[in-house]
């Protein structure tokens, strides 16, 4: 197992054995486990490589071409080609693959475009949406005057009629559309049409199913939002970074100009509010890992997998609703679920407890309308993206339902726990982390 970590891991074992025993600990915890959390997955060797590359040493503040450190020629080239891959990939005009998280991205085009106080309208995280779409306990929340949009709670899809008469009477300066466990495709036309008549910008944040977007199995964003960001693994299956993106760049719509006195492009705007405005120095070996990641989602070998991801997805959904399982939405387009537990009598804390004691990893979540605290929850969410990675299909879903459906019937029982659990393991050690190389 140890050679997924590359031919430095003998180095670290000599230098740091105790650092070197728990990854090994952490890998044995990922080959034998079913790793069902949403917004995880495995890069391949090659991601590692480059992440664990001397591009770690250097210092580059700034942009290709303009850096305010010396000796970047190289990184320039990295960036260069990780920008390039990322607006071939997505069909993006402009793309800065700088920002350290999803969160930064958001940030940054919240910088960008918006003063303390201004309104923002965004999806209800209780609902499904993020913590950096206005929760209380964000800096979105704190910084801006947030609203927020939810739910039916007849159909659990979103209504945009509904959406539209919020956005009528809130009048946000930004709209953003995107989610964190909501399980239908967005219609990104119709919320342009509803920013468009309040007068606000929107911004889709597809981090979850950035994948499935890329390649065609959902709607696009880039020709109906102003701006688009996105994490670079989930569904990517990149390292653990951010990244944004515009389909055509346009002026800033509030007359900044250049010291020259000319208009500035809404793509200076942002970098600039990437770097200097919320980061330092990017880290130039993730950029290389996002680029190597870019690289492998342009391949027909890549698309054959997040096909996979969704179908594995709409066969476990079903599955889980003929078991009585309440899926929020009543079933799928993407790569995710999220199973409303109420009726099942279990609370979400209480179904992630016992899975994780039987080798199966997922993540409660709150439910449209929770009567739970967010500590607590009324629902469970689960996603593909892992397990197709390690080469499980649609066969392989009626056992994982199974085997949940085995735990959560007996939630506090330990005996069923250790009983799945070694049935996992039996199932998923043999199985290497990543089968698409």
């Known amino acids: 197992m140890s050679t997924y970590y590359g031919p430095d891991f003998d180095a670290l074992s000599k230098q740091d054995p105790e650092i070197a025993a728990v990854l090994l600990s952490e ?13 995880e997955n495995f890069t391949s060797r090659a991601v590692l490589a480059a992440m664990g590359s001397t591009l770690s040493n250097k210092y580059a503040e700034g942009y290709p071409g303009k850096r305010y450190y010396g000796g970047c020629q190289i990184v320039d080239l990295v960036e260069d080609l990780a920008r390039n891959r990322a607006g071939e990939l997505f069909d993006a005009e402009y793309v800065n693959v700088q920002p350290h998280s999803g969160s930064q991205a958001n940030a940054a085009v919240y910088l960008a475009c918006l003063k303390p106080g201004d309104t923002i309208l965004g999806f209800d995280l209780s609902h499904g949406g993020h913590l ?7 800096f979105s929340g704190q910084t801006y005057r947030a609203t927020f949009y939810g739910l039916e709670r007849e159909t659990g899809q979103l209504n ?21 466990a909501y399980s239908r495709d967005i219609d990104y036309a119709e919320f342009r049409s509803i920013a468009d008549e309040v007068g606000a910008l929107l911004l889709a944040d597809i981090s979850h199913p950035s994948g499935l977007v890329a390649r065609g199995l959902l709607n696009d964003p880039m020709p109906h939002c102003h701006f688009v960001t996105t994490t670079t693994h989930k569904t990517l299956r990149g390292p653990r970074g951010g990244m944004i993106m515009m389909g055509q760049d346009f002026e800033n719509p509030w007359g900044l100009t250049t010291p020259k006195g000319e208009i500035r492009m809404m793509s200076h705007v942002l970098d600039m509010a990437v770097f200097p405005g919320i980061q330092g120095g990017p880290l130039e070996h993730v950029i290389a890992g996002k680029a190597v990641a870019y690289g492998e989602a342009l391949t027909d070998n890549y698309f054959n997998y997040i096909v996979q991801v969704r179908q594995n997805a709409q066969t476990m959904a079903k599955a889980m609703m003929a078991r009585g399982y309440d899926i929020v939405s009543g079933g799928t387009d993407n790569h995710l679920m999220l199973v409303d537990l109420r ?9 992630e407890n016992a899975l994780v004691a039987a080798h199966i990893t997922a993540n409660k979540n709150m439910v449209p309308f929770d009567d739970k605290s967010p500590f607590i929850t009324s629902g469970i969410r689960f996603g593909t993206p892992a397990l197709t990675t390690r080469g499980l299909k649609e066969s392989d879903m009626e056992a994982v339902v199974d085997l949940i459906d085995e735990v959560l019937r007996n939630p506090e029982d330990t005996g069923v726990q250790h009983r799945v659990g070694e049935k996992v393991k039996a199932m998923m050690a043999h199985r290497p982390l990543f089968v698409w190389e």
């Not at 890998?27 to 917004?39: D, E, G, P």
């Open 343 to 351: 009726n099942k009598n279990v609370t979400g804390k209480q179904a």
């Open 27 to 39: 890998m044995t915890r990922q080959q034998k486990n079913l790793q069902l959390i949403a917004s």
């Open 132 to 138: 950096t779409h206005g929760s209380p306990v964000n």
């Open 160 to 180: 945009y009629a509904n959406i539209r008469e919020i956005a009528h009477r809130e009048k946000p300066k930004m709209i953003i559309c995107g989610a964190s």
